[in-house]
């Protein structure tokens, strides 16, 4: 089956720039979204389709995907962007499409 | 504005089933979309259980597909799942969510998440 990796954790401090990382075999060629999780709250959407935001979702985000890895950016780091974040595919290999979530990372603001 | 809500015992036995549903309001089911079940472990990652369309399709985790069932209620606007035979492994927050497997479509709206815990 197919698996995405993201690192558990990354930490930035205010106002820099943090880089959230999803690699997969040849995940260029596949759509990925990305989600946002705060603690006791449900995954919101922040990327979808490898870079377009949901409306209400900052201009800070943004995501690109080619080759083996996709990334999620965020620009000026809020301590409100502390939260783990996941990326998603559906794998199609096969008839039946599948869900795939990357493990998380938990993003700190220092 | 979509919104989906989960309902259901919190509370299983091992051995049981585990039986949630989902209402969905301010969009109908018969519309379109997939709608599907995702969970979350305490402490871990996120798990997609399976979604269904309207018509009764249904794709399934392959790794749960023989304990799980999901079905459609479109007169009530409302899906459901079971899941048989469950262990203290299906401890988790069960969130129902409206997606798209054939389309490779964004979740882009989640119910708040209900905690199921399998205990004796």
């Known amino acids: 089956s197919y698996v995405l990796t993201q690192p558990p954790s990354v930490s930035v401090a205010p106002g820099k720039t943090a880089r959230i990382t999803c690699g997969g075999n040849?995940?260029?060629?596949?759509?990925v979204h990305w989600y946002q999780q705060k603690p006791g709250q449900a995954p919101v959407l922040v990327i979808y389709?490898?870079?377009d935001r949901p409306s209400g979702i900052p201009e800070r985000f943004s995501g690109s995907n080619s080759g083996n890895t996709a990334t999620l950016t965020i620009s000026r780091v809020e301590a409100g962007d502390e939260a783990d974040y996941y990326c998603?595919?559906?794998?199609?290999?096969?008839?039946?499409?599948?869900?795939?979530f990357g493990g998380g990372t938990k993003l700190t603001v220092l | 504005q979509v919104q989906l809500q989960e309902s259901g015992p919190g509370l299983v036995k091992p051995s049981e089933t585990l039986s949630l549903t989902c209402a969905v309001s301010?969009?109908?089911?018969?519309?379109?979309?997939?709608w599907g079940w995702i969970r979350q472990p305490p402490g871990k990652g996120l798990e997609w259980i399976g979604s269904?369309?309207?018509?009764?399709?249904?794709y399934y985790n392959p790794s749960l597909k023989s304990r799980v069932t999901i079905s459609v209620d479109t007169s009530k606007n409302q899906f459901s799942l079971k899941l048989s035979s469950v262990t203290a492994a299906d401890t988790a927050v069960y969130y129902c969510?409206?997606?798209?497997?054939?389309?490779?479509?964004?979740?882009?709206?989640w119910g708040q998440g209900t905690l199921v815990t399998v205990s004796s």
């Open positions: 301010g969009y109908s089911i018969s519309s379109g979309y997939y």
């Open positions: 998603q595919v559906w794998d199609s290999s096969s008839d039946h499409p599948f869900c795939v």
């Open positions: 389709y490898d870079s």
């Open positions: 969510a409206r997606d798209n497997p054939t389309l490779a479509m964004p979740i882009d709206y």
């Open positions: 269904i369309y309207h018509s009764g399709s249904t």
């Open positions: 040849n995940i260029g060629s596949k759509s």
